[in-house]
């Protein structure tokens, strides 16, 4: 029986991968505090330059990586540049929604629908992708409808907010698959495409007076240049170290953001936390620990085949 080796290489990649990874997860963990700091200003203008200043950091990076060869072929397919259009719809949604429920105090709804974003990919695994899920994954799903239930009941209404969330992010990964190139080149399309409406937008603002770049304080006009790196950053982070790592260990380390948020939301924050919020939270993170013990099961029974 041969015994598949682990190399210095792949071990020395499998901690840069972890690394770069962190940095993503940590920075996406404390963004609230960010947003905190732009929640004054109009959400319009804050997600048009979270836009804006997001193309030069996208396109120094690809050009440092020297994968612009690739984005010129991209940017000739019709068939690229639409489906990059639908992504980029998709991830401003979620990111209207993200800053909105920031700056309106409902960052526990936002930890809540990020934890229930990778049950809803499960989800959209099996209904549109024909992906199979095990007793434990069925188990997991269940668990978190009935957090959602719980919520729907106690306040009246569905929780729209961490529902929206999870499914738009959801929809954006589902459709980012379909794009036939890399992370990085990928970013930096949809930023591309989104500039064109948001600069529009941005000089609209400046041209009546009534934007808070060049009209403002300097301290607006710099959180809102500073909207761009801490958009770029941790999702170029995010992109490299996901390359280097194996699956089952990303599906873990997502949890790290939405954890932060929640802490920084009931301890920092101050946002209410009551005992249905309790309840529903309990629920979600058993269906994710449920969830994550079916995919650590599922990585070692593959490697045990590997290894065979």
């Not at 990874?21 to 940590?26: E, F, H, N, P, R």
Request: proline share 5%.
């Amino acid at each position: 029986m041969a015994v598949e080796a682990i190399t210095p290489d792949a071990d020395g990649k499998a901690r840069r991968g972890f690394l770069l990874a962190l940095g993503a997860y940590l920075l996406w963990g404390l963004l609230p505090f960010y947003m905190k700091a732009v929640a004054h200003l109009p959400l319009a203008e804050v997600i048009a330059h979270r836009i804006v200043w997001s193309v030069p950091i996208a396109a120094a990076v690809l050009v440092w990586a020297g994968r612009t060869t690739d984005f010129k072929v991209a940017i000739r397919s019709p068939r690229t540049i639409a489906m990059a259009a639908l992504t980029a719809a998709l991830i401003s949604v979620n990111w209207g929604i993200y800053v909105w429920a920031i700056a309106v105090d409902r960052t526990v709804e936002r930890a809540l629908g990020y934890y229930i974003n990778p049950l809803v990919n499960v989800v959209v695994g099996a209904l549109l992708l024909g992906e199979r899920l095990d007793r434990l994954q069925i188990a997991a799903v269940v668990l978190a409808a009935v957090a959602v239930a719980v919520l729907t009941v106690d306040g009246g209404k569905l929780p729209w907010v961490s529902l929206a969330l999870a499914f738009s992010f959801a929809a954006y990964g589902f459709f980012r698959k379909t794009l036939p190139i890399g992370p990085s080149q990928g970013f930096l399309l949809e930023v591309l495409l989104l500039s064109v409406p948001a600069l529009g937008y941005i000089v609209f603002l400046i041209a009546t007076g009534q934007d808070h770049f060049v009209s403002s304080n300097g301290t607006d006009t710099a959180l809102l240049i500073g909207c761009g790196p801490v958009t770029a950053v941790p999702l170029l982070l995010f992109a490299f170290g996901a390359k280097l790592l194996r699956l089952s260990t990303i599906g873990i380390m997502q949890y790290i953001a939405p954890t932060m948020v929640f802490l920084i939301a009931v301890l920092i924050f101050d946002e209410p936390f009551g005992t249905t919020q309790a309840v529903a939270f309990a629920l979600i993170w058993a269906a994710l620990a449920v969830y994550s013990w079916s995919m650590l099961a599922t990585a070692r029974r593959a490697t045990s085949v590997r290894a065979a």
